[in-house]
């Protein structure tokens, strides 16, 4: 066999050797930051969250001053991307829109995560009688139109941010506790749940050392596209009028503002940058959780 070849292999088996040593957690992030989609994903999104969380001390507007000089204005040096039928900044009101949307949907992603947690682990760990309760009253919130679902909790506890939180958060746990339920039936039976389980360990001990530990990967990558998800709820929510309520700004709500025939025909710029904004700031958030979905992936050890 030629020398080179003999070390092309030789150098394939050690960093295959290196990679297998190395924790799990490092292994991922490798897989990770192999992954081009992922990696672009991150690249827009930290400027993305940059720009909308420090605004406040380097753009001279805020979102609801109004300049009746300018109003309908499109681009310019004074103002960037234009203003609105008012004379409001929409550069200032993007930004804030944008922390407005991030702010509900991963507050309402923290709040369905542990929803979802909670009552996946508890199906998963509870026993034969509280896991099959358990399970049809997931199996009743599932069955439920989710867009008829979302308009009627809408318009029982109205409108504004923390309502908004509230239906989305409402909305969006079903499926991480059939993830969770499912990884924890199989742990269950492992030899040392159920030695923990002969020493008295208690339901809360068995969620915490050994149910949240063996299902962060689920709990990462579902919080990841949850977040995607809660931008997109929000938007549709205050574009239909029932979420975020103005003068507070975001993204959907700066939809619902320009949705009028003349504002698209003849000023595109109050509909065209928060649009922009929202499609690729929900795509980068996706490609960063494909990324983590397939680097928590254990059978990528065997691609």
């Known amino acids: 066999m030629p020398l080179s070849i003999r070390a092309s292999r030789w150098h394939e088996m050690a960093s295959l050797t290196h990679t297998r040593s190395a924790g799990p957690i490092r292994r991922a992030l490798s897989r990770f930051f192999e992954n081009g989609a992922a990696v ?27 300049d009746l000089l ?6 310019s040096s004074a103002h960037w991307l234009g203003s609105d039928g ?16 991030l702010l509900v949907a991963t507050v309402s992603m923290v709040i369905s995560t542990f929803i979802g947690f909670f009552i996946g682990a508890l199906a998963g760990f509870a026993g ?4 099959g309760a358990t399970m049809r009253f997931v199996d009743l919130a599932m069955t439920l139109p989710p867009v008829i679902f979302l308009l009627v909790l809408a318009s029982i506890v109205g409108s504004g941010i923390v ?45 915490i050392r050994h149910g949240l530990p063996n299902t962060i990967d689920i709990l990462v990558v579902y919080a990841t596209l949850q977040v995607a998800s809660g931008i997109l709820l929000e938007a549709g929510l205050s ?31 109050q509909w065209m940058f928060p649009g922009g904004a929202l499609v690729v700031t929900v795509l ?10 397939d680097a928590f992936d254990p059978r990528s050890e065997l691609k």
């Open 284 to 293: 980068a958030i996706n490609f960063v959780g494909d990324g983590l979905r």
């Open 40 to 66: 672009a994903g991150l690249v827009i999104l930290v400027p993305i969250l940059l720009l909308t969380l420090t605004y406040d001390f380097w753009w001279p507007y805020k979102p609801n001053d109004i």
């Open 163 to 207: 309502p908004t939180i509230f239906v989305i958060s409402l909305l969006s746990w079903p499926v991480l506790s059939r993830m969770v339920r499912a990884r924890l039936l199989e742990l269950r039976e492992r030899d040392f749940v159920v030695a923990s389980r002969g020493m008295g360990a208690g339901l809360w001990h068995l969620l």
């Open 70 to 75: 300018a109003m309908n204005r499109g681009p």
């Open 239 to 269: 574009f239909l009028g029932l979420g975020v309520t103005p003068p507070e700004a975001s993204w959907g709500n700066m939809l619902n503002a320009a949705r009028a025939t003349h504002v698209l025909e003849n000023y595109p710029w």
């Open 86 to 101: 008012v004379g409001r900044d929409i550069m200032a009101r993007l930004l804030q829109g944008g922390r407005t949307s």
């Open 128 to 131: 034969r009688f509280v896991d």
